[in-house]
T-cell receptor, first 115, second 112 residues
Framework: DTGVSQDPRHKITKRGQNVTFRCDPI?????LYWYRQTLGQGPEFLTY????????KSRLLSDRFSAERPKGSFSTLEIQRTEQGDSAMYLC?????????????FGPGTRLTVL | DQQVKQNSPSLSVQEGRISILNCDYT??????FLWYKKYPAEGPTFLIS?????DKNEDGRFTVFLNKSAKHLSLHIVPSQPGDSAVYFC???????????FGAGTTVTVRA
């Protein structure tokens, strides 16, 4: 299967701890996105990369959040000093550059629970 | 601000009948629209999309209609099947700004 993969699928942590999530996009895709989804809501955009460059960050992404995509392949999303409000599903998506549109393909997500 | 709205949180339909899901948007700059389907504990799966230069796009049992003047789109599923029971999200983006804005989703239940 060559879809988007995310690791871990579930993470339970205590408030104040740091967590890191990994996303492996579809191999030929040059764009990679992170979204966050809370219960009863649709996914909300956090940040995106084109190759290794982080091109946009949402104001939802506080300074406790950092994302990287070294070498333009996999990406990591780190949350420092986690808070209970960070509990959510973190979704990664990837797409390839096209002239008009951007169909994003999502991974299964990482569900974070902060106790 | 919620730029994409799905005002019906749930829909129940009998197997074999048509499911119609609605979506409204407020940002007139959106010019590409997508529907995703999501099962519990999985990520959203792309279903069908439509560009603002079209008013209809069809793919098998799924048809999306776009009414730009009303800033409204709908997804028709016919005939509905039990495997269609899921949460459906409407999403949109602008040209050259590919981050997606999502609605809150509509939970579809297909009854046997």
């Amino acid at each position: 299967d060559t879809g988007v993969s995310q690791d871990p699928r579930h993470k339970i942590t205590k408030r104040g701890q740091n967590v890191t999530f990994r996303c492996d996009p579809i191999s030929e895709h040059n764009r990679l996105y992170w979204y966050r989804q809370t219960l009863g809501q649709g996914p909300e955009f956090l940040t995106y990369f084109q190759n290794e460059a982080q091109l946009e960050k949402s104001r939802l992404l506080s300074d406790r959040f950092s994302a990287e995509r070294p070498k333009g392949s996999f990406s990591t999303l780190e949350i420092q000093r986690t808070e209970q409000g960070d509990s959510a599903m973190y979704l990664c998506a990837s797409s390839s550059t096209s002239w008009d549109t951007d169909t994003q393909y999502f991974g299964p997500g990482t569900r974070l629970t902060v106790l | 601000d919620q730029q994409v709205k799905q005002n019906s949180p749930s829909l129940s339909v009998q197997e074999g009948r048509i499911s119609i899901l609605n979506c409204d948007y407020t940002n007139s700059m959106f010019d590409y629209f997508l529907w995703y389907k999501k099962y519990p504990a999985e990520g959203p799966t792309f279903l069908i999309s439509i560009s603002s230069i079209k008013d209809k796009n069809e793919d098998g049992r799924f048809t999306v209609f776009l009414n730009k003047s009303a800033k409204h789109l709908s997804l028709h599923i016919v005939p509905s099947q039990p495997g269609d029971s899921a949460v459906y999200f409407c999403a949109a983006h602008r040209s050259n700004d590919y981050k997606l804005s999502f609605g809150a989703g509509t939970t579809v239940t297909v009854r046997a």
